[in-house]
């Protein structure tokens, strides 16, 4: 009778813990990582919990860019969108950039770049699905008959007004919009060599009814009234302190008016106590 050969179950010795789950996990489980500070070459956690971190911050890019860093892998926004309908869209993003022709590439060089673009705004013109969107935007508030170039003038221009002047309410809002189409209107008929002087009589109408002068003008400096004053000081920590009980002015004379017949009031009736605590206990039963 031959003897059953016996199985025996292999131990994968490269086991380590995941910081964050707490199992047990072979180095398959986890992102491959280029950090000087990465143990045998992996993250920190394995492979789930990444995916799981990312995506309870809804890939947020700021909670990516983080992750990159501790992979030191590059942080590029439009190829992480490319991949963001993958099931687990952040490990394919980090094996993209760990394998192949990309092998090299690192965090930092990328990262700095990503900041340039985002310090001038134009990350969503990196972005092929975000630029739409934007378009799309631009176009519902200004009309679907104006160029990309055309729009990017009039938001900003729309941007600049709504910065340095006081509009209050939907009617100077619409003024600040048309004001904004008759400029763009007037430099495209400048450009153009025609005539542009009804334009600009309609342009000058529009900053006169909107008040859009600089009488009008925003200055964080200056106060509107005694109580923003008040109250920009009331936020920094002043109280004011001073009372010595001296009438100085209308206001003053008033209160103290007010003070003395509720005194005279109290103390010449002399039943006023017992019919306000009757009133008091009325209320209790009724509530």
Same mark, same amino acid.
């Given at each position: 009778?031959?003897?059953?050969?016996?199985? =025996?179950?292999?131990?994968?010795?490269?086991?380590?813990?995941?910081?964050?789950?707490?199992?047990?996990? %072979?180095?398959?489980?986890?992102?491959?990582?280029?950090?000087?500070?990465?143990?045998?070459?992996? *993250?920190?956690?394995?492979?789930?919990?990444? /995916?799981?971190?990312?995506?309870?911050?809804?890939?947020?890019?700021?909670?990516?860019?983080? $992750?990159?860093?501790?992979? !030191?892998? %590059?942080?590029?926004?439009?190829? +992480?969108?490319? $991949?963001?309908?993958? %099931?687990?869209?952040?490990?394919?993003? @980090?094996?993209?950039?760990?394998?192949?022709?990309?092998?090299? $590439?690192?965090?930092? /060089?990328?990262?700095?770049? +990503?900041?340039?673009?985002?310090?001038?705004?134009? #990350?969503?013109?990196?972005?092929?699905? $975000?630029? /739409?969107?934007?378009?799309?935007?631009?176009?519902?508030?200004?009309? @679907?008959?104006?160029?990309?170039?055309?729009?990017?003038?009039?938001?900003?221009?729309?941007?600049? =007004?709504?910065?340095?002047?006081?509009?209050?309410?939907?009617?100077?809002?619409?003024? @600040?919009?048309?004001?904004?189409?008759?400029?763009?209107?007037?430099?495209?008929? #400048?450009?153009?060599?025609?005539?542009?002087?009804?334009?600009? *009589?309609?342009?000058?109408?529009? =900053?006169?009814?909107?008040?859009?002068? %600089?009488?009008?003008?925003?200055?964080?400096?200056? +106060?509107? *009234?005694?109580?923003?004053?008040?109250?920009?000081?009331?936020?920094?920590?002043?109280?004011?302190?001073?009372?010595? !009980? =001296?009438?100085?002015?209308?206001?003053?004379?008033?209160?103290?008016?007010?003070?003395?017949?509720?005194?005279?009031?109290?103390?010449?009736?002399?039943?006023?106590?017992?019919?306000?605590?009757?009133?008091? /206990?009325?209320?209790?039963?009724?509530?």
């Amino acid at each position: 009778m031959g003897l059953e050969p016996k199985i =025996v179950k292999t131990l994968d010795f490269n086991a380590r813990p995941c910081p964050k789950c707490g199992r047990p996990l %072979p180095s398959t489980a986890y992102l491959k990582s280029k950090a000087l500070t990465a143990e045998n070459g992996y *993250s920190r956690w394995c492979a789930r919990c990444t /995916e799981k971190l990312a995506s309870e911050a809804d890939y947020d890019w700021k909670t990516l860019n983080l $992750l990159c860093a501790d992979l !030191n892998i %590059p942080w590029v926004p439009e190829k +992480f969108e490319e $991949l963001r309908a993958n %099931p687990n869209p952040f490990t394919s993003y @980090a094996t993209f950039f760990q394998e192949g022709e990309y092998a090299h $590439l690192e965090w930092g /060089e990328y990262y700095q770049a +990503f900041k340039k673009l985002e310090g001038a705004g134009l #990350i969503t013109n990196e972005l092929p699905r $975000l630029k /739409e969107e934007r378009l799309a935007k631009l176009q519902r508030k200004w009309g @679907a008959n104006y160029s990309e170039e055309q729009l990017d003038y009039l938001e900003q221009l729309y941007e600049g =007004v709504l910065a340095s002047q006081n509009i209050n309410g939907k009617l100077q809002d619409d003024q @600040a919009q048309k004001l904004c189409k008759t400029s763009l209107e007037i430099d495209e008929r #400048i450009r153009g060599g025609q005539d542009y002087d009804k334009l600009l *009589s309609s342009y000058e109408k529009l =900053v006169k009814i909107a008040d859009f002068t %600089p009488k009008n003008a925003k200055n964080a400096a200056d +106060f509107d *009234s005694v109580g923003e004053l008040f109250r920009w000081l009331e936020k920094r920590g002043w109280r004011n302190k001073y009372y010595d !009980n =001296v009438t100085r002015d209308v206001v003053d004379e008033t209160l103290k008016n007010i003070e003395n017949f509720n005194q005279k009031l109290y103390i010449n009736e002399s039943g006023i106590g017992d019919e306000i605590t009757r009133r008091i /206990e009325a209320l209790k039963q009724a509530a």
